[in-house]
């Protein structure tokens, strides 16, 4: 299973035009039908918001949603500990509460994350600087990650 972040799904979807790109999306809706990619609410209320046609296709192909539950909760709470996060101070250039929400998501679901958001060059030293990837290659998170290209690669599916 993999767990989209909002990123991914809309740089598919503005990159890879549905029209242009039919074979690409009938094999995402067969991972959307077969629960091989799931979105939390979280991200999917994202998506929505900056994408409605994008958001009415996925529930056209009923794309399973992960609402946050305790072990989510936990897990990010965790998350947040170790980056140094106190009261919901995030610092603007890196991670927001919905992002750790997503990066939980992953954890808890022991899936793959694919993500879109950049990797940085050098990761920061301030904890709360950083970004997604940094985030998941952090010891004690270790989530696998990858952005959307990657994932289409990994899968070795050609595209005719």
Known sequence: MQVFDASSILSAWDNYPIDQFPPLWD????????????????????????????????????????DVDNAIAGQAMSIK????????????????????LIISTAKVHRAGLVSDEGRQQRNPTELKKHKIPAVCDLPGVGVDCQN?????????????
Do not use: T
């Open 81 to 100: 500990g170790a980056l140094g996060i106190a009261n919901d101070e995030y610092h603007a250039k890196g991670v927001d509460e919905n992002d750790i």
């Open 27 to 66: 094999w995402m809706s067969g991972l959307v039908g077969s629960e091989e990619i799931q979105i939390p609410r979280v991200a999917f209320d994202e998506i929505n918001h900056k994408s409605p046609d994008c958001g009415d296709w996925l529930r056209a192909h009923s794309v399973k949603l992960i």
């Open 148 to 160: 959307f290209l990657e994932f289409m690669k990994k899968s070795g599916r050609v595209f005719r």
